[in-house]
């Protein structure tokens, strides 16, 4: 099993520049959801999905858009960088809401120049 | 409002002594999920542990042991004579039934020193 995957593992945007983080599961998780990690801030929920064609907003949702067409993807698209968003990204999934443990995927680094 | 505080930034010890992390949380739900990651040099994340709010026994796994006291709203984990691999950032996380969203503490930075 893949687990929980990302790509890229690393990227540079200039600000203004537009790109998408992508994120799969095979588990059949329903549940998914996008954080960004930041220096002494631990890790912050941006947008979640409790299943194929559901979203809803984090605790930082600004400059980020997400969808859910299918169970297996969760893709994060940054519309306009900024220098802001330079963090390390997580994607997650787990089987259900509350009672489940969330398994992450390694990460991608993300530079806003 | 639910919030997870870590208030031990980073902490440094020799090996073989045994370290304490704290995490103290804040929620108005009677059911909720604690949870404590593991964040090596590495970077992923490790999930260690979870705990539901209605079962306060405390856990042990080998070296790791959690102490849940729902009194004092703290869920601390305790690694008895570190090792070198121990060193890392330890999340304190809490869920909640009705929203499923896991709310992160601060992190605790580890080293062990050998």
């Known amino acids: 099993n893949a687990g929980v995957t990302q790509t890229p593992k690393f990227q540079v945007l200039k600000t203004g520049q537009s790109m998408t983080l992508q994120c799969a599961q095979d588990?059949?998780?329903?549940?998914m959801s996008w954080y960004r990690q930041d220096p002494g801030m631990g890790l912050r929920l941006i947008h979640y999905s409790v299943g194929a064609g559901i979203t809803d907003q984090g605790e930082v949702p600004n400059g980020y858009n997400v969808s859910r067409s299918t169970t297996e993807d969760f893709p994060l698209r940054l519309l306009s960088a900024a220098p802001s968003q330079t963090s390390v990204y997580f994607c997650a999934s787990s089987p259900g809401l509350a009672v489940y443990e969330q398994y992450f995927g390694p990460g991608t680094r993300l530079t806003v120049t | 409002a639910q919030k997870v505080t870590q208030a031990q930034t980073e902490i440094s010890v020799v090996e073989k002594e045994d370290v304490t992390l704290d995490c103290v949380y804040e929620?108005?739900?009677?059911?909720?999920?604690l949870f404590w990651y593991k964040q090596p040099p590495s970077g992923e994340l490790v999930f260690l542990i979870r705990r539901n709010s209605f079962d306060e026994q405390n856990e042990i796994s080998g070296r790791y042991s959690w102490n849940f006291q729902k009194s004092t709203s703290s869920f601390n984990f305790t690694i008895t004579a570190s090792q070198v691999v121990d060193s890392a950032v330890y999340f304190c996380a809490l869920k909640t039934s009705n929203t499923g969203k896991l709310i992160f503490g601060q992190g605790t930075t580890l080293q062990v020193k050998p």
């Open positions: 929620t108005r739900d009677t059911t909720y999920y």
């Open positions: 588990m059949n998780h329903e549940y």
